[in-house]
């Protein structure tokens, strides 16, 4: 299988997403984007074991020298004492404005290492190795860097784009059967915001991706690489297209808080979020009852929870106040006009919003 | 006094420098940049009482929602715990994407404030309302924010611009005597590197500068921000021209990481570092005799300190070393090829530098 490659055309902050089979082997890719032969990987407990010293070996095989500095696993380590810990390692083993950055890790390594490249001495060069299904379709593309807050998710962060992504489709087999789903709910969601034909063709071909298919696991996520990208390079920071990809965040981010970061993978909460936004939608007559079956079926094929835990709609709706997409105070919502097509409305009546905050418990 | 205007020329993220008396009694400038009519000021204990109340009713009468958050004093409190003061009750007021933050207060408040308004969200609109002289004729301008690491100074931050610079002279009035000398240490640097008729100048009349008079004091305001804004405008995240305004940071830098934070003045220990970055560049045979003795003159004059605490020679170099200005572990120096005129060495031998930091406990 060839590898693919999907460019996000920023202009001087473009980079290219290269899809494929064995890329972490051979490390000619990152070498043409170090300033200087020096690197800094950062990666978590799990995934160290599995490829941090292949990572390691393919760099000093091209004579860079490297550094690497293991986290915890885990949401709850998305915070200040984690991000001093990837600073106080670059400061103690005097890491320049030139050494860059490698995130080798899901969405919360790529998170945490993106924002402490943004901010170490305001800034350095940096590399993302999504290695989780979710990071490589979405997480690890477009520069959002941050840290979560206890008051709110990702509250804290940058725009930062990175000098490339490698997606290493190899990786996805050594992921937990619960991750991969998590990471699903995310492919979902760019076919029900931008493309109903990939929403159609996921339905097909669910069984595939489950067994780890390479041929389907590969033009999965190149699709929603390519989606992304559109968007990105559309809106870098988002102040208009690119919240249609919070589609099912802004209750999933209410659920995930409620809970407890970590108790919830991010992909499920998505997932009971983007029932939740689909069946405000149809409550808003916006969508028909067969869509939203077709999605809570998608949803439930694909092991994710399409449901939200015991939260009443009194806290979730206090858990979306300090949700930072609302702006000006009042609430905005990214709505489904169809499947494959999104938009955001700030005219959402109170009633179809807590009977939604309602519905999934009692449907 | 009629009020002046710098323009700092970056494009979309371009901004005006507003320069002038009164300028805090009225907030049409400060409006005329608002996407929401609502602000968070950013301000110290120390400079509440005199300017806070003044701000917030001038605010108040154009009909801005406005919160204050109040930090304690001081360059040993522009760390993470402060920054997440700033966090917090951003979040516990609900402030959205578009509240304005506004930095009321010196370096510290501006450094710490422009960070949070990089980071919060992602980004928030930012104005400076600079009260020290450093902070007016410096650190405002040119979109450097940050935060100090236990290992070095401002080695965490982000480069992001404000919406609008106002420098109210008139707050210079209630300024401590060693403050405004501190200052008037980052003036003279302005000078000494890109200035020499404005190093004359200020030669000439730093009795009146000192004496508080305000044209001078205007003046002297609007050259440091001219100078700043057109080296800031060639060269906005410091890979090159900006560069030379550090001339005796990496010096000071070091002297204000050997004392502990706070126990100097930012401006002293560049005082004291420009004096060792002049005696470097005399050793080397840049600049002569006189020229040292000119620029001890004037530091002298201004009340500042021209030698270094007691920090020995390895100790300082120690510190140089993870001093953010070192590229590829390589030592570089601002050195002046003559007064009005640096340039950045990396050539700087052994020798020599020993001798200049010895120099000034000896001389």
């Known amino acids: 299988m060839q590898a693919l490659r999907v460019d996000v055309a920023l202009g001087e902050r473009g980079y290219a997403i290269h899809i494929g089979s064995g890329l972490l ?3 000619g890719l990152i070498l043409e984007q170090l300033d200087l032969p020096r690197a800094a990987i950062v990666t978590n407990a799990t995934v160290a074991p599995l490829y941090l010293r292949q990572l390691e070996q393919a760099l000093h095989a091209q004579g860079v020298e490297v550094m690497s500095v293991v986290l915890e696993d885990g ?15 670059l400061l103690e083993h005097r890491c320049d404005r030139r050494t860059t950055l490698i995130a080798l890790g899901g969405g919360v390594v790529g998170d945490l290492t993106g924002f402490a490249a943004a901010t170490y001495m305001r800034g350095v060069p940096f590399i993302q190795i999504p290695t989780t299904l979710l990071a490589q379709v979405d997480s690890s593309i477009g520069g959002k ?33 619960r991750e991969f789903s998590a990471g699903m709910a995310e492919v979902i969601k760019h076919g029900l915001v ?34 992304k990208a559109a968007v990105v390079v559309e809106d870098e920071r988002e102040t208009g297209v690119r919240a249609l990809l919070n589609f099912g ?9 409620g809970l407890g970061y970590g108790n919830w993978l991010h992909g499920e909460a998505v997932a009971a979020g983007m029932v939740m936004a689909a069946d405000l939608s149809r409550r808003m007559g916006l969508i028909a009852d067969v869509d939203l079956m077709r999605i809570i079926t998608l949803l439930e094929h694909a092991g994710l929870p399409t449901a939200p835990p015991e939260i009443s709609p009194d806290r979730l709706l206090d858990l979306m106040g300090t949700d930072k997409k609302a702006e000006g105070g009042r609430l905005r ?14 005219d959402v009546p109170a009633a179809p919003l807590r009977q939604a905050l309602a519905f999934s418990r009692t449907a």
């Open 25 to 27: 082997a051979g490390a």
């Open 75 to 89: 949401e709850r380590y998305k915070d200040w004492v984690t991000l001093n810990r990837i600073y106080d390692a």
């Open 145 to 177: 860097t941050g840290i979560n807050h206890p008051l709110g998710k990702n509250m804290i962060g940058a725009f930062y784009q990175p000098r490339l992504v490698l997606a290493d489709t190899d990786v996805l087999k050594s992921l937990p059967a």
């Open 194 to 227: 931008r493309d109903a034909a990939f929403f159609s063709w996921l339905e097909q071909n669910m069984e595939q991706l489950l067994a780890g298919d390479p041929q389907a696991l590969a033009h999965a996520v190149r699709r929603c690489c390519e989606i």
């Open 249 to 257: 965040h802004t209750f999933g981010h209410a659920i995930e808080s």
């Open 333 to 346: 919502f990214v709505l489904l006009d169809a499947i494959g097509r999104a938009s955001v409305r700030a």
